[in-house]
């Protein structure tokens, strides 16, 4: 769409589909579940120095549908691994996080679904998805979901390393 406003050619661009956003400020809580009927298919994440934190993105894919869905609450204390699994043949669908400036860490919990008529299976933990105060940029290859997370905390970088868990549906 072009238009004309005071002699000036200005351009409006519309975005359509499924467009990501932080879902977090510094320092700040967050809780990100995908819609029904639907999985995590991209995790971003960017760290910050001053703030000793990481904002986070995440995309959701369709899959024929969710359902028997469960929480698992914090899985990790500051500064600790994280060594997640969605229970039985579940994927992860949501996750939650708060931030703790004295640790400089954050604790994470997982929802995890089951997708109808579809079970996880040859299932493998990538290689470290990010570096030391790096960005992240993790897409969910095609016909896979993720199944779980694991991370470690390093208090010279104040920040985390982090694998994830992928299985094929």
């Known amino acids: 769409m072009t ?5 000036l050619f200005c351009c409006v ?7 990501g956003y932080f879902v977090n400020d ?5 809780t990100f579940n995908c819609p029904t009927g639907q999985v995590i298919s991209y995790v971003s994440s960017v760290h910050n120095n001053r703030a000793e934190d990481r904002r986070w993105e995440f995309r959701c894919k369709d899959v024929v549908t ?3 869905c469960s929480h698992s609450g914090y899985v990790n204390e500051f500064d600790q691994p994280v060594v997640f699994k969605c229970p039985g043949d579940q994927v992860m669908t949501g996750v939650d996080s708060y931030h703790s400036d004295k640790a400089e860490d954050r604790r994470f919990g997982f929802q995890c679904c089951n997708v109808q008529a579809r079970q996880p299976r040859d ?6 998805v990010n570096g030391w105060d790096d ?4 897409h969910v290859p095609e016909g ?9 905390h390093n208090d010279h970088y104040e920040d985390r390393l982090w694998r994830f868990e992928i299985c094929t549906l």
């Open 3 to 7: 238009c004309w406003i005071g002699g």
């Open 13 to 19: 661009f519309l975005i359509t589909g499924s467009t």
């Open 26 to 30: 510094w320092d700040q809580p967050f």
């Open 66 to 68: 969710t359902h028997s």
């Open 123 to 128: 299932c493998y933990i990538t290689g470290d």
């Open 135 to 138: 960005k992240m940029t993790f």
């Open 144 to 152: 896979k979901a993720i199944k779980g997370a694991h991370s470690h």
